[in-house]
């Protein structure tokens, strides 16, 4: 049967190290049962983003879905921006930190009813020094232990305790101005996290205030904790204490660095030490399918 309504499912085979056979039947008989037309593209690693612009420019789909971790839908999304398809998710990665957060669901056949399904909200980006950000990128400790558990050998919650006390050991608070549209702040800090959701993969809610609608991002200022609060937070068994944590919503910010160059993660991804960052919010970025 010919279906003028299209869909590109876009599958990373080494996404969550699972094998993706399951998603592609699940896929396709989805696709068959909503009269959808399914077009596959696998991601390589290499120019996975040019491929998708070119295959959406061609095939036209009015959904692109992806299966795969925080970093294949992030790529996803920004090749898909601006050319009017709803993204729909499966979340397949290691941690899907994502998908959570977004309150999607994690079950494959649920999230394909809702990838395939009628409902979407517009979600906001964040535009940090050119890069997006859909989920919580920070400058500090977090983003020193980002790097340092690539870095690592070991995988999985061991290598990430481990990562995680070597990284509490290595880190020291700096010194930051944080200028905004309404106020300058200079402050010793841990971490500045740049929050366009609540919850980090970990679990940890960092930013009760959050919604990824709202045309705002938030400044999460974290200013000294002890050793032990430290773990605790970076563990996932905590959340962020408001006496140490200041909270400001925004639409633009810069963040210089005053005493050194700073380390700095996107959406899970390090990116590099950094001297300042320019944040600002790009309302209504995507549309992302929902239950
Ligand atoms: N066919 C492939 N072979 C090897 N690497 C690939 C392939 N396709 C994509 N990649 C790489 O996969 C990475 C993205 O993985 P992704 O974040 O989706 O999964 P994950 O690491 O399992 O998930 P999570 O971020 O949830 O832990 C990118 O670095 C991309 O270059």
Redesign the pocket.
């Known amino acids: 049967m010919f279906s003028e309504r299209k869909v590109l499912l876009v599958v ?5 190290g699972t094998d993706k056979d399951e998603i592609f039947e699940q896929a396709i008989e989805a696709a068959k049962n909503e009269e959808f037309d399914l077009r596959i593209y696998q ?3 290499d120019r ?1 983003a040019d491929q998708i612009c070119e295959l959406v420019d061609h095939v036209k789909p009015e959904r692109v879905i992806v299966a ?5 839908i992030s790529m996803v999304a920004q090749a898909i921006h601006g050319r009017g398809p709803v993204l729909g998710i499966l979340p397949v ?4 930190g994502l998908a959570v957060d977004f309150g999607l669901p994690t079950s494959i056949p649920d999230a394909l009813k809702a990838a395939l399904g009628e409902n979407f909200v517009e979600i906001d980006a964040v535009s940090i020094n050119g890069e997006i950000s859909l989920h919580l990128s920070d400058v500090g400790l977090n983003a020193l232990l980002v790097k340092n558990y690539e870095q690592g050998e070991s995988r999985g919650k061991i290598g990430y305790a481990r990562e995680m006390l070597k990284t509490l050991g290595e880190h020291h608070n700096f010194e930051v101005r944080i200028t905004t549209p309404q106020e300058v702040i200079e402050t010793d800090v841990m971490i500045v996290i740049i929050a366009n959701a609540r919850k980090y993969g970990t679990g940890v809610s960092i930013n009760p205030v959050g919604n990824i609608s709202d045309g705002f991002f938030e400044l999460v200022i974290a200013r000294k904790l002890d050793f032990i609060e430290t773990a605790k937070v970076l563990t996932g068994n905590t959340d962020f204490n408001p006496e140490i944590m200041q909270i400001i919503s925004v639409k633009k910010a810069l963040i210089e660095c005053l005493d050194r160059d700073m380390h700095f993660q996107i959406d ?1 991804e390090y990116i590099g030490e950094i001297k300042s960052l320019e944040a600002e919010i790009v309302e209504k970025y995507i549309k992302i399918a929902v239950p």
């Open positions: 990373n085979p080494i996404s969550g991601t390589t690693g996975d795969g971790g925080d970093g294949t990665g290691s941690a899907n899970g």
